[in-house]
């Protein structure tokens, strides 16, 4: 008996139009452990996962049998979390299982997406170009998340350094003005008085202020791991300006990819509209998706769900158009690809005024800190004088 993406046999839906039926999905999403042959020890980078999967197409299209392409891959593994995971895909297909059951054993390996394309792409017979698919989604996946980071580095950097400077003017600068400033302390601006506090505080325990810096850091970056807190801390800054738009038109472009894909593998539209909403990530947005799901079930046309202020116009017309003319999968796909474009303006412009409000953010900082010094020393000098 063959086992299927969710581990059980394929089973026709006819609701659903496909063998990927709903029944099938809410059985797999409401499992906790998932697959019997899951595995969370073994990690893979995207990158490394890309080159898998590209190896793994290039030997399929040249004819070779999916085991003994696995082997031989295994012999040539670049490197030895990529051997690791072509181990346990050979040995889970080697049992009886299909190739998408056994991605979907490696979740800390490869995304949801790429199991269902891979799903659909068994199903029609199709593997090789599901496998395409997958590494034209992640291979767009991987280009954006570079793009990000190469726009944060020079702002991060000058925040670090801003940072760093901070730090030093408070703990060697501002005990030189001390004793000077405070043998009026009640004449004292707020804001000196805010400064010396922190100049204090940082003298008299140093050990717990950099405790505390290094806890908030942590803590940020094992939310960033969680996929929940993710969800949570994104979409709670694409609601912020420039880069809420930026953030936003991303994971719409990946979710409607994903559709447009899905459904170009012959996947049915419920199931499409689901992988849709898991990899969209953001809550609202995943809202939108199980909305459009409600829409299409009802048998009710897709674009009604899609017309809020938050959907990009030319989506919905986009959409109204495959609708219309039975080519639903052709047009979203133009719908990607014009999202990828709009995402790609958004970056260009998130990125020409990050650096800019970067110096304005740390030039504050830092003149903030300087006039709250030299404001009472100027006033002294003044009765002085």
Not at 117 to 127: I, P, V, W
Not at 180 to 208: F, G, I, N, Y
Not at 286 to 307: F, I, N, S, Y
Not at 313 to 323: D, F, H, K, R, S
């Amino acid at each position: 008996m063959k086992t299927t993406l969710f581990g059980g046999t394929a089973q026709k839906d006819e609701a659903l139009g496909g063998s990927v039926g709903g029944e099938v999905l809410e059985k797999r999403q409401s499992a906790e452990d998932g697959p019997a042959l899951v595995d969370l020890r073994i990690k893979l980078k995207p990158k490394d996962a890309l080159q898998v999967m590209i190896q793994m197409r290039a030997m399929l299209n040249a004819g070779v049998p999916l085991l003994a392409a696995m082997r031989t891959l295994i012999e040539h593994a670049t490197t030895p979390e990529s051997e690791k995971v072509l181990r346990k895909i050979t040995s889970v297909v080697e049992s009886g299982h299909d190739l998408s059951y056994a991605f979907d054993c490696l979740p800390n390996c490869f995304e949801k997406y790429v199991v269902h394309l891979l799903a659909a792409g068994e199903q029609a017979g199709a593997l090789d170009e599901s496998l395409g698919r997958s590494i034209e989604l992640l291979t767009n996946q991987i280009e954006l998340g570079g793009k990000i980071k190469a726009a944060l580095t020079y702002p991060g950097f000058l925040m670090f350094m801003t940072f760093t400077m901070t730090l030093g003017i408070l703990y060697f600068l501002v005990p030189k003005f001390e004793g000077l400033m405070m043998k009026r302390p009640d004449e004292l601006p707020w804001t000196t008085k805010l400064v010396l506090s922190a100049s204090q505080t940082l003298h008299a325990a140093p050990e717990l202020v950099f405790g505390g810096i290094i806890l908030v850091i942590f803590a940020f970056l094992f939310a960033l791991k969680s996929k929940k807190s993710r969800a949570v801390i994104f979409d709670a800054v694409s609601k912020m300006p420039v880069i809420g738009d930026l953030i936003f038109k991303a994971y719409l472009s990946r979710s409607v990819g994903t559709l447009a894909l899905t459904l170009e593998s012959g996947v049915p539209i419920l199931t499409g509209l689901e992988h849709a909403r898991q990899v969209s990530e953001l809550p609202r947005l995943q809202a939108q998706w199980e909305k459009t799901a409600a829409v299409v079930r009802d048998g009710r046309p897709m674009h009604t769900a899609l017309c809020g202020k938050e959907m990009p116009p030319a989506l919905t017309q986009m959409i109204v158009a495959g609708e219309s003319s039975g080519s639903l999968d052709s047009s979203l796909r133009k719908a990607a690809e014009f999202l990828d474009a709009e995402t790609q303006a958004a970056l260009t412009a998130f990125t020409a005024l990050l650096g800019p409000a970067t110096v304005v953010v740390a030039g504050a900082l830092v003149g903030f800190i300087v006039v709250s010094l030299m404001t009472p020393i100027l006033t002294m000098a003044k009765y002085v004088g």
